[in-house]
């Protein structure tokens, strides 16, 4: 199997990875808290439904979001994908006691190694505001989601992106980043659809939503 599918060292130097403050805060007691204890509820809320289901999670770090999509939304099958190799190291270990029901891969959120309409569901937590061509990652999941499939997103606007905190202490792609009207407008424009509108927290900070692609007469909704 091919471990860096979609990833070159150019891609990768392309890439605005974590660094180490970010990495801190993402590996952190309280990221997995907010995690389990706020996102997860409020996606529920907005029509997440992933059980029995294939899912991609893009960009897993190290792995904690995965581990809630097996144990707390019972996917029965999760690839989670990061341009990251040593975050992948990470989420190997943390993931190995599901065995055949998870596979950690370094990949590329833009070039996802998985056929068209593979996926029930992909989940975003927290990665397409650290994509440079963010848009080519809207694209690829939705390319590899089957009609009815979920596209469930926790994503970071540019208004946070600008504040003094997130510039000095972090490390993003500086230009074209997105609003929360934005990013739930370039789903649209992928022909996704909003049963329930994307709700913004935090003074437009965050954007967090479930955008379904829509079924063809044989295949219903998740
Ligand atoms: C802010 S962290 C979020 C990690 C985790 N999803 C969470 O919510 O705690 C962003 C992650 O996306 C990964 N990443 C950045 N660009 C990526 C890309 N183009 N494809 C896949 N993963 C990417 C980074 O390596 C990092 O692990």
Known sequence: MDDNFGTTEDTREAA??????????????????????YELPLLE????????????????????????LLERWGAAHVTAIDLDPAMVERARRRLARFG???????????????????????????????????????????RVLRPGGQLVFEE??????????????LEHPEVDRFSSDEFVEALLEEGLTMPV??????????????????ATANQGPL
């Not at 990875?17 to 997995?32: K, Q």
């Not at 439904?49 to 999670?57: C, D, F, L």
């Not at 606007?157 to 003094?164: C, E, F, G, I």
């Open 16 to 37: 605005v990875l974590m660094n180490r403050i970010e990495t801190a805060l993402v590996d952190s007691p309280p990221r997995a808290w907010l995690q389990r204890s």
């Open 45 to 68: 809320r907005l029509g997440a439904r992933i059980p029995g289901r294939r899912v991609v999670e893009i960009g897993c770090g190290r792995g904690v979001g995965a581990e809630l």
């Open 100 to 142: 055949s029901r998870v596979e950690v891969r370094v990949g590329d959120a833009c070039e996802l190694p998985l056929d068209d309409a593979a996926a029930d569901a992909v989940v975003d937590f927290a990665v397409i505001h650290h994509v440079p061509v963010w848009r080519d990652a809207v694209t690829e999941a939705v």
């Open 156 to 169: 970071v606007t540019r208004h946070a992106l600008q504040r003094w905190s997130y510039r000095t202490f």
């Open 197 to 214: 509108p994307a709700v913004t927290r935090f003074f437009g900070d965050f954007v967090l939503g479930v955008a379904v692609k829509p």
